[in-house]
């Protein structure tokens, strides 16, 4: 029962660090278990800089736990979606049945204890896949005080057990949001995974674009066949700030894999013949109809590399008034903003300026909260 994490890492170098050390400070009473960080560099372009990254990460945390922190450099000029595939790939490389597994986010902070804890349920749950809840990091610019990152989740340690995840937690976790997840590896693992993979090979589009959704493809077919568990915990931060396209993969709406269209790949699962059954899913339905906005400009924007045939099967499926709701009032806005990201190659214009407002940088954003969770402050 060997625990093993991994970090998929794209082009992120402004929280990279932050992130790593986030995993490293963490308190691993383990005697006996393995415990391996595994970084997966996505990018053939950053070797130097993300060996350069990790090297400073575990000079700073010489007190770490992990037996081994491995960093593997991929070789492609394949964009962002392909790591996905690299992610289980390796799990399957280095892993066995009965090994416990936690993907963790290159722009993510692993709050101290979280680890351990969720390490220790798991291993006591029924349940291969397990899902934690976790603050929003953009909270923390709007000045998200009163909340004592340090001893939020150690203090909450005696939770021992997992809960089997309910209809109503659907909509209040980030099911597409991978260092959220908690793997437990064996036989009904790897059926879970087939499964939510199927899915994502019959989404009616060439591009790998419909792929980016896998691990949340996995908690699904977990949630259907009752291998998903819940913490009710918040163990983690979500990381998202603003970011000029050069430190991105191409995920403008230039692209395929852009938000809007890969919603519509998710809406497309969540309509397909074995979930369409599950009425449980029925509110998840409607969040993602509501965020499926701005769909016209971005589907004109990407039929560089997906077609009109391709379009018009993913909208049957998920349902043509996605278009009607596109062109809705409170839809103008996100239009717009579309628009506005291309002209300014901007990733995301809203995070933009509350980030110019706060004059916060891209460093110092991660650096704000990682300064107030850090366990040996």
């Known amino acids: 029962m060997n625990l093993f994490v991994l ?3 794209y082009q992120r170098p402004d929280s990279l660090s932050y992130s790593v050390k986030s995993v490293l400070y963490q308190n691993l009473d383990l005697p006996n278990i393995k415990k391996t960080l595994y970084i997966l560099n996505n990018d053939e372009n950053s070797q130097i800089d993300v060996d350069n990254i990790v090297d400073e990460a575990v000079r700073n945390v010489k007190h770490h736990q992990f037996d081994h922190v491995t960093v593997e450099h991929i070789s492609s000029n394949d964009v962002e979606q392909r790591s996905i595939f690299r992610m289980y790939d390796v799990i399957k ?12 986010g290159d722009d993510d902070i692993m709050l101290h204890g979280s680890l351990l804890n969720r390490y220790s349920r798991i291993i006591k749950d029924d349940h291969c896949v397990n899902i934690s809840k976790y603050f929003d990091g953009l909270s923390f610019i709007r000045g998200y005080k009163g909340v004592n990152l340090q001893s939020i989740v150690v203090e909450n340690a005696n939770i021992i057990k997992n809960n089997a995840f309910k209809k109503n937690d659907l909509v209040n976790y980030g099911l597409p949001f991978i260092s959220a997840y908690t793997y437990k590896i064996n036989d009904n693992f790897w059926k879970v995974y087939n499964q939510a993979l199927s899915w994502a090979d019959d989404t009616p589009i060439k591009h790998d ?3 980016l959704f896998l691990p949340f493809y996995i908690g699904l077919s977990a949630f259907k066949n009752a291998e998903l568990s819940s913490s009710n915990l918040c163990e983690l931060i979500r990381g998202r700030v603003f970011l000029t396209r050069k430190y991105l993969p191409p995920i403008v709406i230039t692209h395929p894999d852009n938000p809007a269209v890969v919603n519509l790949t998710g809406m497309y699962v969540l309509r397909n013949s074995s979930l369409i059954g599950l009425r449980d899913l029925d509110d998840l339905r409607v969040v993602f109809t509501n965020n499926i906005s701005g769909i016209v400009w971005s589907v004109i924007f990407a039929l560089n590399q997906i077609s ?7 909208l049957k499926t998920s349902g043509f008034s996605i278009l009607i709701k596109s062109f809705s009032i409170k839809n103008i806005s996100s239009n717009i903003k579309l628009i506005f990201h291309m002209l300014f190659n901007i990733s995301n214009i809203g995070f ?5 407002q706060h004059k916060i940088s891209s460093t110092s954003f991660w650096r704000y909260w990682f300064n107030d969770f850090r366990p040996d402050k």
């Open 352 to 356: 933009w300026v509350r980030g110019f």
């Open 7 to 9: 970090l998929p890492t």
């Open 308 to 314: 009109l045939i391709e379009v018009y099967r993913l």
């Open 209 to 211: 674009a419909k792929y």
């Open 93 to 104: 490389k280095h892993t066995v049945a009965g090994d416990v597994v936690i993907i963790h």
